[in-house]
């Protein structure tokens, strides 16, 4: 099968394969599947933010600043995001 370029005479195209260049038969159709992933309902996991704190070392002056912010628990990732800086551990 030889792909030739053609002119188009409707569109004004050109540079366009001829229609018989790209016979689709109904196993070659390219369908569209839902790949969206599902999330699955359940407990959220969160975790105790005065539990991480012990865990980490963080003082309780901020562990209070931390509890009236978050609550008593909350996802691991906004207790990350607002816990102070880990001190460096110089050897």
Do not use: Y
Request: aromatic share 6%; net charge positive; hydrophobic share 35%.
């Amino acid at each position: 099968m030889t792909l030739l370029a053609s002119w188009d005479k409707e569109t004004g195209r050109g540079n366009q394969f001829s229609q018989g260049a790209f016979p689709m038969e109904e196993e070659t159709i390219m369908h569209s599947t839902n790949n969206r992933q599902v999330k699955i309902a359940g407990p959220r996991d969160h975790h105790d933010v005065a539990a991480h704190c012990k865990k980490f070392g963080i003082g309780p002056a901020e562990e209070r600043k931390l509890l009236k912010l978050l609550g008593h628990h909350a996802p691991p990732h906004e207790i990350a995001a607002n816990a102070p800086p880990k001190m460096p551990r110089f050897r």
